[in-house]
Every structure is written in structure tokens, then in C-alpha cells.
Nanobody
Framework: QVQLVESGGGLVQPGGSLRLSCAAS????????MSWYRQAPGKQRELVASITASGARPNYYNSPKGRFTISRDNAKNTVYLQMNSLEPEDTAVYYC???????????WGQGTQVTVSS
């Protein structure tokens, strides 16, 4: 059974930091491209960052460059999202996604809530 379990979300003040984790089981983790998405209330889910299966190449999409950093530890089957200088606009449910490198399957986690508020 495949599971992606996110953790690390919570309430943080503007300017604060959080590190999200997504622990995978039931898949060959090193064969999957890992991504973080987020969905704010009333908005569509959007891609934030992704990282190649080897971890050699991170890519950033809708997150301002320099504030978010995606990384992975294939030995621990875990992908991370370090978020710094958080802003209220970053408030959302954050999801991780695993996409097989051959795109034959993909899986989602259940999400973790991030709230940035004073």
C-alpha cells in the first residue's frame, strides 16, 4: 500500500519559517519525481516546487525564488520543503505528490495545513 504522509505544517507568524516533510512508503522512492503543491481557500491547487528522482535538480514554479527550498533524502524516503520568510499569502494546504519517472503512476499525500498569521 502506497502512503505519502506530510508533516510539519502549523501556525506561524509572518516572517517565520517551517519545514514540511513528506515520508513515502510502498514505492521505490528513488524512481519518483517528488513535488509540493499547495491549495489556498477558494483557489486551485498549484505547483510550488519539484525535484528530480536523484535530487540533483530542483525546480520552482509559483513560489518566490529564494524563500522556498525543496530537497530529498532517498535513504529516508522523504522529501522536504523548507519555507522561509513566510507571508500570509503562503497560507494553504500543502500536498506532496510522487510521479514515477516513466509517468506510469502518481500518488498524493493527504496534505498539511500551513497558516501564516499574526
Amino acid at each position: 500500500q502506497v502512503q505519502l504522509v506530510e508533516s510539519g505544517g502549523g501556525l506561524v507568524q509572518p516572517g517565520g519559517s517551517l519545514r514540511l516533510s513528506c515520508a513515502a512508503s510502498g514505492i521505490i522512492f528513488s524512481s519518483y519525481i517528488m513535488s509540493w503543491y499547495r491549495q489556498a481557500p477558494g483557489k486551485q491547487r498549484e505547483l510550488v516546487a519539484s525535484i528530480t528522482a536523484s535530487g540533483a535538480r530542483p525546480n520552482y514554479y509559483n513560489s518566490p525564488k529564494g524563500r522556498f527550498t525543496i530537497s530529498r533524502d532517498n535513504a529516508k524516503n522523504t522529501v522536504y520543503l523548507q519555507m522561509n520568510s513566510l507571508e500570509p499569502e503562503d497560507t494553504a494546504v500543502y500536498y506532496c505528490k510522487a510521479l514515477h519517472i516513466l509517468k506510469v503512476d502518481n500518488y498524493w499525500g493527504q496534505g498539511t495545513q500551513v497558516t501564516v498569521s499574526s
